[in-house]
């Protein structure tokens, strides 16, 4: 596994090599029809540390679970080959199991390799490996500077108990080292290393970019501020542009995603963005994908980022219900989101984005208002996902102290789970699983099913971050491959309504 899916063009230090995994579940298990449609999306976190490593002139390789199932026995093959000392595994909350599965093989099979953790779910919950005797060190945080430090004190033998932003275990009692201030000038970040992941390039949603980290809102549902912070910075104008260059110059890319949360805080930095991609000439056929909130959206902006090739928008819609857009703190109404809308398709955007279905104290009457409103809005795509109490989230604590209850294992925390038929892990109170599995089909069918939306399928790619590709049902063979996916689409739905009612 390890030689086979090994990154050839990984530029190697003499030394040893550090291993990163990024652990996932069974893709065709856990899509269910939707599986052979969905395109990986390159692994960031793991990206973004095995460039820093590599400027630092430490040999990296990095398995990606996406695209294949690790298969031990190479595993430990190439640990040894490669006389890896440090097996670093990103962590979320839907790939702890695994990831604890992993760190605990790895434990078992080669103890004098030190297995790090990272990634938001441990940098949240930090004991759980450690305790669980599945990791001999947790990265909380942002990961470069601390897994640098820290790989170089072990390949050189030192002890690492004082290297900041770690927590380890020591005779059986967990320690948090201090921690680690955030990085302040992204800039100083190397670029992206697209070239890891180029010989899997057919298999990877390529054209996928980050710029910014941190996020100044408070919303009630999200967790991604356990790693990044509350303060927003942002890559420079030009330092964005080069990596635009790089995909669509080096890796012909036509369609690019930036996939920070909320790429519309600095306007300043987009205008300059825009006036460099006009400068410097991007092709006409590229076009742009971003995730913004409503609110941020004005339509000077909007059109000058629709003539910079900028043309998608994905929006955070969450709900059609004032009530619970107040209650989960998102720090707008449902009204400034709609004008947002009306905006970004005055200027030609094409406008997607998601709803969430079942947040605390949510009524069957609020659901059906929030799938209403999603079928009322001139919008191109979007996804009705299920709410889920990620630890660090408020919803979480709110669990936590009501004594509400919620399912205990993370391989449950899929926020489609009622589309594929798995264990809703939360269930408002006076509602049921299967009630919220009937409405999170229901809410897909009643969007799609209408003639616009059904032929403009084809070009779902461009309003999903480049992730689903559909058949076009333009042509005959798109139309009849289509109504294939569509039929595996039914039985799986019915599959899953059948299914014994959830205790
Ligand atoms: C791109 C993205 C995706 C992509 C790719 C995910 C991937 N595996 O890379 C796709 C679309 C596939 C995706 C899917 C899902 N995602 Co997502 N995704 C993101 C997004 C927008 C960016 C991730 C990213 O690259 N961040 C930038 C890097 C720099 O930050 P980072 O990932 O945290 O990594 C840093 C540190 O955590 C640390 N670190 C991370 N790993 C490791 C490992 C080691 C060894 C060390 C030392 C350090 C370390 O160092 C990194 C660099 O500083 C984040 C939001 C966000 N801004 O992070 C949500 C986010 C990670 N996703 C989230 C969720 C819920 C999901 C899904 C579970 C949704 C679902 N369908 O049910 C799935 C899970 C899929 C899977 N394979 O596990 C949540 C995670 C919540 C949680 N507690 O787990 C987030 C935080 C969104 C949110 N606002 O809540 N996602
Ligand atoms: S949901 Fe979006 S706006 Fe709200 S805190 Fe998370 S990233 Fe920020």
Known sequence: MLTRQKMDSVPQSSGP?????????DKADALGPFSSHISSQLPMSLGFLAGYLLQK??????????????????????????????????????????????????????????????????TLLPEEPLVSGCADVVVRG??????????????DGFPYGDVRGISRIEDGRVIHGPERPMIDDLDTLPPFP????????????????????GCPYDCI?????AVSG??????????????????????????????????VVDKDNIYALCDLIDRRELPERVRIGFHARGDALDAPLLRRMRNARFAIVMIGFETGSERIMAMVRKGETVREIEEGVRIAKECGMVVGGQFILGFPTETRAESLQTIRHALRLPIDFTRFNLLLPYPGTEVFRMLEESGGTRSRNWAHYATHAGLTGKVIPYVPEGRSAWELRLLQWFAHLAFFLRPKQLLDLGNMKYATAGQLHLPDPKSFRGALSLAGFMTRLLLSMVQGLLKKRQS
């Open 17 to 25: 090599t550090v291993l990163l995994i990024n652990p996932c579940y």
């Open 57 to 122: 002139n430490i040999g990296v390789h990095i398995v990606d679970e996406q695209l294949r199932r690790i298969d031990e026995e190479d595993l430990l093959k190439g640990i040894e080959e490669h006389d890896t000392k440090v097996v670093g595994i990103s962590v979320l909350t839907l790939t702890a199991p695994r990831a604890y599965e992993l760190g605990a093989f790895l434990k078992r099979s080669c103890p004098s390799v030190k297995v790090v953790m990272g990634g938001v779910h441990v």
């Open 221 to 225: 549902f999200c967790s991604q501020r």
């Open 194 to 213: 697209y070239h890891l992941f180029e010989p899997h390039r057919e298999r990877y949603q390529f054209g996928n970019m980050l710029t910014s980290r």
């Open 230 to 263: 509350h303060r927003y910075r942002a890559r420079s104008a030009g330092k964005i542009f080069e990596e635009l260059e790089t995909l669509v110059f080096d890796y012909g890319q036509d369609f690019v995603f930036i996939n920070d949360d909320n790429f």
């Open 142 to 155: 942002e990961g470069e500077l601390t897994l640098h430090e820290l790989v170089e004190r072990i390949h």
